[in-house]
């Protein structure tokens, strides 16, 4: 499973674009990048996923490079109530297997007004 | 559509005691994880079920154990219970289809561990 690093915590004001980077070096080929978000006391909200490219949403985009070696979640114009931690996990979906989640530390998104 | 839901919402026990936690997933959905989340961590991955089966485990002891039912719903069983058990239990269900997964989490169930 490969593993992700993202920062620990960030800092934002209502309005503007927001943008976390998550690094996963050893992505495997199967892999697809999926993005979460969860407020305090609840369960974590799916909010985008993507494999390669860039893939958009009503809520979010993703950019992925062409080494798939990280990725960008990026919030348009975020107000208060986007205070949550937002979490980057990456595993192959595909798995007929099953397959395991493995959810990082996470992000902490502060919007201030 | 009710999405996932679990109960109870909240539980206290004492250490030694066992304690079953219940997820109902999300109408259509087979699959069914199973995750502990400490305060202030991430959501830690502890096994999931389908068609009746585990087929995935974390990391965690054999004290922690579970069950899904014909109609998709799940159980979560934890023997022995330990102060440090105590935490947010999350229920999260899915279909994969086309390579694309989504998880749908339920609210949870907080365990606190006296």
């Known amino acids: 499973l490969a593993k992700t690093t993202q920062p620990i915590s960030m800092d934002s004001y209502e309005g503007q674009e927001v943008n976390i980077t998550c690094s996963h070096n050893?992505?495997?080929?199967?892999?697809?990048i999926t993005w979460y978000q969860q407020f305090p006391s609840q369960g974590p909200r799916f909010i985008i996923q993507g494999y390669k490219t860039k893939v958009t949403n009503e809520v979010a985009s993703l950019f992925i490079p062409a080494d798939r070696k990280s990725s960008t979640l990026s919030l348009p114009r975020v107000s208060l109530s986007d205070t949550a931690v937002y979490y980057c996990l990456v595993g192959d979906a595909l798995n007929t297997g099953g397959f395991k989640t493995i959810f990082g530390a996470g992000t902490r998104l502060f919007v201030k007004a | 559509d009710a999405g996932v839901t679990q109960s109870p919402t909240h539980l206290i026990k004492t250490r030694g005691q066992q304690v079953t936690l219940r997820c109902s997933p999300k109408?259509?959905?087979?699959?069914v994880s199973w995750y502990q989340q400490a305060l202030g961590q991430g959501p830690q991955f502890i096994f999931q079920?389908?068609?009746?089966?585990?087929?995935q485990r974390g990391n965690f002891p054999d004290r922690f154990s579970g069950h899904q039912f014909p109609n998709y719903s799940s159980e979560l069983n934890v023997n022995a219970l330990l102060l440090g058990d105590s935490a947010l239990y999350l229920c999260?269900?899915?279909?994969?289809?086309?390579?694309?997964?989504?998880?749908?989490f339920g609210p949870g169930t907080r365990l606190t561990v006296l």
């Open positions: 109408s259509g959905h087979d699959t």
């Open positions: 079920y389908y068609e009746e089966e585990e087929r």
């Open positions: 999260a269900s899915s279909l994969v289809r086309d390579g694309f997964n989504e998880q749908f």
């Open positions: 050893n992505i495997a080929t199967n892999d697809y």
